[in-house]
């Protein structure tokens, strides 16, 4: 190790948020919630709000026609894709209060609450529309915990489906200015913690499939068996690491991490059956995305909530 690389791990080392993390060489973001959102964001589609505008980019639908269609009942209503409009859960900063001891906190003061509302199957989702002008390895990082609403007094630990992390990967301007088909890409993993009230503890991985970015199909991990702590009081908060790295250039897995356990995801990539074509397939209006989201689902008609203490994204050239 010479003197700069021992110099930044020093520095890393003592600093009060990345010193829980691993980042690589470009840190792009360190997110600590203890000083607000931080850009994180709900979910929904695009929309337009004019339609009567020369240039109107023609793939967005005006909020005029998402409230006819709505109305018509002709609107594919998506609980996690909702139009721009309607009840809706929203990701905010939660001190992570509770009805027995006040307010936990979360590793420093807040945490980023990602709530879903109180019906089975919904999710909710915050995500950050990101860049990174690097093109080898992408990294993020996070400690997150998850509960169910503890106000019927259950301990709740079937009432959460499954938590995720994914993201909507385009690929930058110059891959097209190349003479090259720019790819859009979607690597991600999902904790599978119950169906219908029954535990299920295993992660999966965004392998296959052109649906969308968290519809699936998804596919256990041959080694993706975890139970992950969620302790044995519905107002305790027990905390993971979690840590995801992929390849913008070459389409693939490098690693996986929770709780301390390596997953074998080395190499493993996204393939689209059947392929994305039209618009759908196209990076246009969003060259270099890469959009990271968490998301959790809710298994009972009760409101769930992921927490996350902070997140850490960073990049490398090589």
Not at 68 to 87: C, H, M, Q, S, W
Request: net charge neutral.
């Amino acid at each position: 190790m010479d003197r700069d690389e021992a110099l930044r791990g020093a520095l890393l080392k003592t600093d009060r948020v990345l010193g829980k993390y691993e980042p690589l060489e470009h840190i792009l973001a360190v997110d600590d919630f203890d000083d607000g959102q931080q850009g994180w964001a709900p979910y929904f589609p695009d929309y337009d709000g004019r339609e009567d505008y020369a240039g109107k980019y023609e793939h967005v639908e005006s909020v005029q026609t998402i409230l006819e269609r709505t109305r018509a009942g002709t609107i594919d209503n998506r609980v996690d894709r909702k139009p721009p409009l309607g009840r809706r859960a929203v990701p905010q900063i939660s001190s992570l209060p509770t009805w027995d001891v006040g307010s936990a906190g979360s590793f420093g003061s807040y945490a980023l609450k990602i709530p879903t509302l109180p019906l089975a199957g919904h999710k909710g989702i915050a995500m950050k529309r990101s860049t990174c002008r690097f093109h080898r390895k992408f990294r993020i990082e996070t400690y997150f915990t998850f509960k169910a609403d503890p106000g019927d007094l259950r301990l709740g630990d079937t009432d959460v489906r499954a938590i995720y992390l994914t993201f909507d990967v385009h690929d930058p301007a110059r891959v097209t200015e190349s003479g090259r088909t720019p790819r859009r890409w979607w690597p991600g993993v999902r904790y599978h913690n119950a169906q219908d009230g029954e535990p299920v503890q295993r992660w999966q991985a965004m392998l296959r499939g052109s649906k969308g970015v968290k519809d699936g199909p998804w596919d256990y991990l041959d080694d993706g068996r975890q139970q992950l702590g969620y302790n044995r009081a519905a107002t305790k908060f027990q905390w993971h690491y979690l840590r995801l790295t992929f390849d913008l250039e070459r389409y693939e897995y490098v690693d996986f991490n929770c709780y301390g356990k390596e997953f074998n995801v080395r190499g493993l990539t996204h393939v689209f059956d059947p392929p994305l074509t039209g618009w759908r397939a196209s990076t246009d209006k969003a060259h270099g995305l890469v959009l990271p989201s968490f998301c959790i689902e809710a298994d009972r008609d009760k409101r769930c909530f992921l927490y996350l203490d902070s997140v850490v994204m960073s990049a490398s050239s090589e």
